[in-house]
């Protein structure tokens, strides 16, 4: 069984040495990182992976960016 999650993020940033206006400011970027594991449903609930743990799990990396 594959169980996927999807987390989407938004940065900003500028690139100070670029000639282009466009780069040089601020501006943003969307990601979507999405995240998926293998394995076989192991406990009684029949399932591979808790998303709320998972969610947890990942969180933190997420918001890194």
Excluded: W
């Amino acid at each position: 069984m594959i169980i996927v999650k999807r987390f989407t993020t938004e940065t900003s940033h500028r690139v100070l040495s670029c000639t282009s206006k466009k780069c040089n400011s601020l501006h943003g970027h969307s990601y979507t990182i999405e995240i998926a594991l293998e394995g076989s449903p192991s406990n009684q609930a029949n399932m591979v992976l808790d998303f709320s743990a998972m969610k947890e799990t990942i969180k933190p990396f997420v918001e890194s960016f």
